[in-house]
């Protein structure tokens, strides 16, 4: 006795199942006319959460904030953020429809404003990225990115802040070179010279030093640079940069 099965789909003569674009047509129907609410335990819910959360980021701005003048209304800003963006995905999470709609609508939307510090825009995206959980109910996703997140940050201030400094010098052409020859001694030839300008009546020279070696040099020398440029005659203006734009300067009255 022979058993033969056959396997394979079942003939359409090429045409699309019936069935199946019935049923695909039904769930792009019932998508785009869904207009389901989320119950009031759940908005209560994700709005608390956002809440928290946008404490949280805000803490984590004041605490690792390293530039020079920090402002509150940016802070305040990020929290918010982060509760407007679990209000908007709240509302369009259950409905495809209004997705599309808050996309056009808040497309029109434009921020000319420059982000003085490529790190706010860290603390922007995060705000950003937590009320999109919050407003989905994501809430562990939320509270585990943000600890871990918290951690990296607090670890590359503390770890990771060495940056070179510039050492600029301003005063008059006739000790232009002792002034050259002091720096290279306090800093053992270690100071490498970015910018050198001198014209009839002054001089500016401006030194890449890294932060460390600066540090060592004034240990060594039990004195910072700027005190032992500031006595030679002729100098009129010693100033220390670093790139967080923090300036210590050093000037002889007029």
Not at 206 to 224: C, F, H, R, T, W
Request: net charge positive; with cysteine.
């Amino acid at each position: 006795m022979t058993v033969s099965f056959t396997c394979g789909r079942p003939e359409t003569d090429g045409k699309p199942d019936a069935g199946l674009e019935k049923n695909m047509r039904e769930f792009i129907v019932e998508n785009l006319t869904n207009t389901e609410a989320l119950s009031v335990t759940v908005i209560l819910m994700n709005n608390v959460i956002a809440l928290i959360v946008a404490f949280f980021i805000m803490f984590t701005y004041k605490i690792s904030y390293a530039g020079p003048a920090y402002s509150r209304k940016f802070n305040i800003s990020i929290g918010s953020i982060t509760i407007i963006t679990a209000m908007i995905m709240s509302i369009i999470s259950n409905n495809i429809a209004l997705s599309l709609g808050m996309v056009g609508a808040l497309s029109i939307i434009r921020f000319r404003t420059a982000v003085k510090d490529v790190r706010d825009a860290t603390y922007i995206f995060w705000a950003i990225a937590a009320g999109i959980g919050c407003g989905v109910s994501q809430y562990a996703l939320i509270v585990i990115g943000s600890a871990f997140l918290l951690l990296f940050l607090i670890i590359t201030r503390k770890g990771f802040t060495s940056c070179n400094k510039l050492l600029v010098v301003q005063g008059k052409p006739d000790c232009l070179h002792k002034t050259e020859a002091a720096v290279d001694t306090f800093f053992s030839g270690k100071a490498h010279v970015s910018m050198r300008n001198v014209t009839e009546g002054s001089f500016e020279l401006v030194y890449s030093i890294g932060e460390g070696i600066l540090y060592k040099a004034a240990k060594e020398n039990q004195m910072d640079i700027s005190e032992k440029l500031i006595k030679i005659d002729g100098v009129k203006r010693v100033n220390i940069v670093d790139q967080k734009d923090e300036l210590r300067s050093k000037r002889l009255p007029e």
